[in-house]
């Protein structure tokens, strides 16, 4: 069921259990633009059902925020112009080379270019699998996109975040609405999760040149200002006081500048960013 935001703008809440992220829609007088496409067939044409019980204008526009799969493999459903940034345009470019039968899979994840999730997904969510070929975008932008729905302005931005280097993020100005898709999260690499800790202060700064007061992220669904303030902060605390792989140390920096323990979300931050300094260190 979609929830509504407001009188233009829509979203489809993330379901964790199935790697389905956070779909947004947004709609002008003219024209309606939905933010990622989902992560199979089956759940962009979900979102599509929902789509179709509503009284809006026809959709236009696809905008995909970031090339991981759960965020992209529905696109082929849709009857629009699908917009990317030129770096999630080179990754995606990776996928329309795929194979996506039983055996093509289970090598793509025996080689690490898969998850085992996103095979289990593609294998009961996309129907005629052995013979789909994943379409290409229809509009790459460099830095950023101005959109007009008719009276409704979206602003598409590239930002490099502490998730992937490609990421996209909505504005909708006249509502004080953003759509992150998963650019305010982490990343796993060689099976750590880590903060980029040098894209943190630069990301934040980026986003926060918009003035949004609720933010549409892309595995918990919606944010308010505050909510969103504190996050920042929590984040930026412990980055602060990660200075090498030591998480002794870096706690026990935290306790001398904050007078206090960090809490739960800052200890995951902080091992997060620990995280970050031995992977630079390999």
Known sequence: MLNKLSETIYYLSNQDDRERPTLGLVCGNRYSLIIDSGNSSQHAKDFLLEIENLNVPPVKYVVITHA?????????????TVIVNSQTNEIIKEWQSLSYDDSSLQKYVTTSQMSAMCM???????????????KSPDVIFENTLTIDLGNKICILKSIKSTHTDDSTIVYIPDEKVIFLGDCAYGTTTNSLFHYKQSLLLPMIKDIQKFDAEMF?????????????????????????VVKSTSLENAIESFKAENKRDPNDNEIFFIK?????????SQ
């Open 68 to 80: 991981h799969w759960d965020h992209f493999l529905g696109m082929n459903e849709f009857d629009a």
């Open 120 to 134: 289990k997904i593609i294998q009961t969510d996309m129907p005629n699998r052995d013979s789909f070929k994943l």
């Open 216 to 240: 549409l992220l892309g595995h918990e669904s919606i944010c308010d200002l505050n909510e969103m303030n504190i996050y920042w902060e929590e984040l930026t605390t412990a980055s602060q």
């Open 272 to 280: 997060a960013f620990v995280n970050d300094h031995i992977i630079q």
